[in-house]
């Protein structure tokens, strides 16, 4: 029988063991994140080639075994110009102006209030296709260093996508997958015309600016371009999949979330006087870790002026987690089962995937997206390391 102080020493040891491997964790993340930044430095614009093309046979070789942990790991991040165009990312990246939330009683925020709409007239929004997933290739095909294979440089994932076709596709949206070397690629090809929300996201973006700088910009910026992180996530196991996914990322945490990404979403046409905006959220579970509050004027049919913004912290509850882990849970289901589809299924075909009540529908299709400079890209990379 083991005394009250012996467990009691017991559970010390164990406290500063668990205290040793979180700081070496942060360490490692930290590493990751200046190996990823400094891969990333020095992005440029690179054009997209044509995607009607066949998928480029490659050789098969023998791949690593690495395990990876199943949260997220930063595996880089690039900025898009008009949807399509790479840029420098400091040009795009931006972060959260604290300074604006923690202002003493009594001092207005700076440049409220503020329309909203101001500009609005010149916004162009209207999309009719998928470009951002084809520019996400494009940068992979960039970032990746020459001797990488394609999964190295995913870390390990089974599947590339977008981050809203992960959440879209258990809801029934469908998908068009490809395999290449070894991973599967999830591309939506029909894509909604965005043109009768211009006005909501007009406002989010007026709102992501003032609560955001882009302080490392050194040439013009553009009010719609966009900066996005790419994170890798998931355990590669029979019940689940490893993915890895671009998300867009209004601004950046570089206080006390230090890295995480913060999302500003659209208002939606409501006109409610207090807008709850989702801050620092790492998308594994999509624990939300504060809220920004935007005070607006409002009338009967618009939301007004920007009054105020206020940020707030968010505990995580046993609730909240169990809906996260129920939403991933879902996912990964999915993906396990078009893994198994994918496995008698040749490199270079193409398949509509559609989630219906209790089954998934494989449909063949003759969508295509893969660029062929991408295939050749890695087909030779393959190459090089067989010589």
Same mark, same amino acid.
């Given at each position: 029988m083991i005394s009250s102080q012996k467990l009691a020493q017991i559970q010390g040891i164990l406290l500063e063991k668990q205290e040793i491997v979180r700081k070496n964790e942060e360490?490692?993340?930290?590493?990751?994140?200046?190996?990823?930044?400094?891969r990333n430095r020095g992005a &440029?614009?690179?054009d997209v080639s044509s995607s009607e093309e066949e998928i480029i046979e490659a050789e098969e070789v023998e791949e690593k075994t690495v395990k990876f942990s199943k949260h997220p790991t930063k595996v880089g991040e690039f900025a898009l110009r008009d949807t399509s165009t790479l840029?420098?990312?400091?040009?795009? =990246?931006?972060?959260?102006?604290?300074?604006?939330?923690?202002l003493p009683p009594g001092?207005?925020?700076?440049?409220?209030?503020?329309?909203?709409?101001? #500009?609005?007239?010149?916004?162009?929004?209207?999309?009719? =296709?998928?470009e951002r997933f084809p520019a996400f290739l494009s940068w992979i095909q960039q970032a990746a260093l020459p001797e990488q294979s394609l999964q190295e440089f995913l870390l390990g994932a089974e599947f590339v &996508?977008?981050?809203?076709?992960?959440?879209?596709?258990?809801?029934?949206r469908a998908v068009v997958c490809c395999k290449f070397e070894g991973v599967i690629f999830l591309c939506e090809t029909e894509w909604k015309n965005l043109d009768y929300e211009k006005d909501y996201i007009y406002r989010q973006i007026s709102l992501r600016d003032y609560v955001s700088e882009k302080r490392l910009a050194k040439e013009a910026t553009d009010k719609t371009d966009e900066f996005y992180m790419v994170y890798a996530c998931g355990?590669?196991?029979? &019940?689940?999949?490893?993915?890895?996914?671009?998300?867009?990322?209004?601004?950046?945490?570089? #206080?006390?979330?230090?890295?995480?990404?913060?999302?500003?979403?659209?208002?939606?046409?409501?006109?409610?006087?207090?807008?709850?905006?989702?801050?620092?959220?790492?998308?594994?579970?999509?624990?939300?870790?504060?809220?920004?509050?935007?005070?607006?004027s409002a009338t009967s049919t618009n939301v007004g002026e920007l009054q105020k913004v206020m940020l707030r912290k968010i505990p995580s509850t046993p609730e909240s987690d169990e809906r996260n882990y129920a939403d991933l849970a879902r996912l990964q289901e999915v993906l396990v089962a078009i893994r198994s589809h994918f496995?008698?299924?040749?490199?270079?075909?193409?398949?509509?995937?559609?989630?219906?009540?209790?089954?998934?529908?494989?449909?063949?299709?003759?969508?295509?997206?893969?660029p062929r400079s991408?295939?050749?890209?890695?087909?030779?990379?393959? #190459? &090089?390391?067989n010589v």
């Amino acid at each position: 029988m083991i005394s009250s102080q012996k467990l009691a020493q017991i559970q010390g040891i164990l406290l500063e063991k668990q205290e040793i491997v979180r700081k070496n964790e942060e360490r490692i993340n930290r590493l990751i994140d200046e190996i990823a930044h400094l891969r990333n430095r020095g992005a &440029s614009n690179v054009d997209v080639s044509s995607s009607e093309e066949e998928i480029i046979e490659a050789e098969e070789v023998e791949e690593k075994t690495v395990k990876f942990s199943k949260h997220p790991t930063k595996v880089g991040e690039f900025a898009l110009r008009d949807t399509s165009t790479l840029l420098p990312v400091n040009t795009v =990246k931006a972060f959260l102006r604290k300074e604006i939330f923690d202002l003493p009683p009594g001092v207005n925020q700076p440049g409220l209030p503020l329309d909203l709409l101001d #500009g609005v007239d010149s916004f162009f929004c209207t999309e009719h =296709k998928n470009e951002r997933f084809p520019a996400f290739l494009s940068w992979i095909q960039q970032a990746a260093l020459p001797e990488q294979s394609l999964q190295e440089f995913l870390l390990g994932a089974e599947f590339v &996508s977008l981050r809203g076709t992960l959440h879209r596709l258990p809801k029934g949206r469908a998908v068009v997958c490809c395999k290449f070397e070894g991973v599967i690629f999830l591309c939506e090809t029909e894509w909604k015309n965005l043109d009768y929300e211009k006005d909501y996201i007009y406002r989010q973006i007026s709102l992501r600016d003032y609560v955001s700088e882009k302080r490392l910009a050194k040439e013009a910026t553009d009010k719609t371009d966009e900066f996005y992180m790419v994170y890798a996530c998931g355990e590669k196991t029979e &019940s689940s999949a490893r993915f890895c996914y671009a998300t867009k990322t209004d601004c950046v945490d570089e #206080g006390e979330y230090h890295g995480f990404p913060v999302q500003v979403p659209n208002f939606y046409g409501r006109t409610s006087r207090q807008i709850t905006v989702d801050v620092p959220t790492i998308i594994y579970l999509e624990q939300r870790r504060a809220e920004v509050i935007a005070r607006t004027s409002a009338t009967s049919t618009n939301v007004g002026e920007l009054q105020k913004v206020m940020l707030r912290k968010i505990p995580s509850t046993p609730e909240s987690d169990e809906r996260n882990y129920a939403d991933l849970a879902r996912l990964q289901e999915v993906l396990v089962a078009i893994r198994s589809h994918f496995r008698s299924v040749e490199e270079g075909v193409y398949v509509t995937v559609k989630k219906e009540k209790h089954s998934l529908r494989f449909i063949p299709t003759e969508q295509l997206f893969m660029p062929r400079s991408f295939q050749r890209r890695f087909k030779q990379g393959r #190459g &090089s390391q067989n010589v």
